[in-house]
């Protein structure tokens, strides 16, 4: 059954309500379709494909280029689910023009409904610029992977009175810069709370408890297909990477024993075709050319 199509109206419509919103990263067109059959509200083309996907340290090498590839593959599932691009490190910091230029051309190219960016005060301005082009953007604060380095790692936020206090000022300056919707990525729970309860647009958790009007994941996190590290607020629904090891060792092991291909994955010739075929090469004719099996 095909869903109606989830609107940035219907995701504020939910938040409103109490209904949690369900948002899962996905980075190719076969994962899109079954977060679509899932029902997800909001699939995002995270930056985290760099280091899940393209096998990066960190999601800082990821380039517009990369971005763009991914969130167009990703919008072939042609899904009811809204549709987020993140903006890669270095696409919107050297300046509002740049920022909104590559905000649009996730949008032209990559054909994604918003734009995620990192950051707090200090991106109010480009939120408000990449706003009024007519861009809608999510806002991403607490861990912003993309500054881990200036982060000190990939560290929880908030913690203290004081930091927990320039995340709430951060969220409520993004808030009013525009954005729609707002990640809170390893934040206190109690921090988390009131930040969603003091906003007018919904929060949408990861590493920040239950409390948040949605919750996100990292695909391959959530499906065991990750093996570097399993962040500790990540949920491993399913182990499908060793789903996958199975498939691929049986694969190796009957092409190695001769069980596969079988009987039902051979294409045949007819008796008479094939008897045609072999008198042609005894007598040394051009029999491809004569049968027609280059296209003839
Ligand atoms: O890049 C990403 O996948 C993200 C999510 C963790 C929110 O930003």
């Known amino acids: 059954m095909t869903r109606k199509k989830i609107t940035v109206l219907d995701l504020q419509k939910k938040f409103e309500v109490g209904e949690r919103i369900a948002m899962v990263t996905a980075y190719d067109y076969p994962s899109a379709v079954l977060a679509e059959k899932a029902g997800v509200d909001i699939i995002l083309v995270g930056d985290s494909l760099g280091m899940v996907v393209h096998g990066f340290e960190s999601t800082v ?4 280029e990369m971005m763009i590839l991914h969130c167009a593959a990703v919008s072939r599932a042609r899904s009811a689910a809204f549709l987020i691009g993140d903006m890669p490190f270095g696409s919107y910091e050297v300046s509002k023009e740049e920022a909104v230029r590559n905000a649009v051309r996730l949008v032209k190219e990559g054909y994604v409904e918003a734009v995620k960016l990192e950051g707090g005060r200090e991106v109010a301005g480009t939120v408000e610029a990449i706003t009024r082009a007519g861009v809608l953007v999510q806002g991403h604060i607490g861990l912003t992977p993309q500054s881990a380095a200036k982060l000190g790692g990939f560290r929880v936020q908030g913690k203290s009175a004081r930091s ?4 709430l000022d951060d969220a409520l300056a993004l808030q009013e810069a525009g954005c729609t919707s707002l990640v809170l990525e390893a934040v206190p729970d109690r921090v988390a709370d009131t930040i969603t309860e003091m906003l007018r647009i919904p929060t949408v958790g990861i590493g920040a408890g239950p409390g948040t009007a949605g919750q996100v994941l990292v695909w391959h996190d959530m499906l065991g297909l990750f093996d570097r590290f399993q962040p500790k607020f990540s949920k491993r629904f399913e182990n499908a990477g060793e789903t996958i090891q199975r498939g ?10 001769g069980t596969f291909p079988g009987p039902e994955h051979v294409f045949t010739i007819s008796d008479e075709e094939w008897s045609a075929f072999e008198q042609g090469l005894q007598a040394g004719s051009d029999v491809g050319e004569e049968m027609g099996l280059y296209g003839g």
């Open 61 to 64: 090498p990821v380039t517009m």
């Open 164 to 167: 927990a206090r320039a995340l």
């Open 248 to 257: 691929l060792t049986a694969f190796v092991e009957q092409v190695r024993g």
